[in-house]
């Protein structure tokens, strides 16, 4: 029996999503799958494409630049962890760039590009041992996974994490500019017509405002282990 499952973890933005879904990919060995990492990839494309610098329904240009997109995740064994690559060019860097980050909820909101990434993204759940994390994980692209998590945090907090973490980089923003963009995104992220963000009714909900990665990991570890217990008793629903 396979016993792997998919792990669906949605949340706001810095939330820790990616923190939580990096430890369980070490630890059970499964891939993982950075959904925002994605939408970064086309907000970058349409960068270079210069989409923003006439009206947006100059989408329509760039649909076409969608059709042959290919997105691989490769393990750096340098820097320990998985990086995007887009049409096989490693981006993981620049997608993280202000830039990127300032224009990706229009990106988000587009129809044609999330069922684009809906389709691609269903795929890498085909042999399950998967995490994948983003917005819409449990509510549209793995409705019936086996374990979803939703992640919230006070926005302060967020928002002192992802300063911290900006500096460290040596990224010159204020932290009044990223508690912005932070709030720009979740409202972006809840008010958005399709897909959303938004608790499903069989998530499990971590807030992490007070408490520590460790902490949240063995919490999900310990879900994990009473989901394959009952997978293996067959009172798994
Ligand atoms: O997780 P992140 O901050 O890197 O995501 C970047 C943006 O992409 C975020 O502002 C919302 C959007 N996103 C989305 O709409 N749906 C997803 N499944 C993942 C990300």
Redesign the pocket.
């Known amino acids: 029996m396979n016993r792997k499952i998919i792990i669906a973890i949605d949340g706001y ?1 810095a939330s820790g ?1 990616s923190t939580l879904a990096k430890d369980l990919s070490n630890k059970l060995k499964y891939t993982y799958i950075d ?3 994605m ?2 990839s086309i907000t970058l494309l349409a960068i270079r494409k210069k989409i923003f610098h006439s009206d947006l329904w100059n989408i329509k240009n760039f649909l076409p630049f969608l059709n042959n997109i290919n997105f691989q995740f490769q393990w750096n064994n340098k820097l320990n962890k998985t990086e995007i690559l887009l049409n096989k060019e490693n981006v993981q860097s620049e997608i993280r760039s202000i830039k990127v980050t300032n224009k ?2 229009l990106i ?1 909101r587009i129809p044609e590009i999330r069922e684009k990434l809906t389709v691609i993204q269903r795929n890498f759940g085909n042999k399950k041992g998967i995490v994948m994390d ?4 449990g509510s549209n692209i793995f409705p019936k996974s086996e374990l979803k998590i939703f992640m919230k945090g006070s926005i302060d907090v967020r928002s002192h994490r992802r300063f911290e973490y900006l500096k460290k980089k040596g990224k010159k923003i204020s932290y009044e500019e990223v508690k912005k963009n932070i709030f720009y ?1 979740d409202m ?2 809840l008010y958005r017509k399709i897909s959303p963000l938004k608790k499903s009714t069989d998530s499990i909900e971590i807030d992490n405002t007070f408490i520590s990665p460790e902490k949240q990991l063995n919490i999900v570890l310990q879900l994990i282990e009473n989901i394959r217990f009952c997978k293996k008793n067959k009172n798994y629903i």
């Not at 983003?134 to 994980?137: F, K």
């Open positions: 933005s999503k959904t925002g990492a939408y970064r990706v909820s988000a983003g917005r819409d994980i995104r972006m992220d």
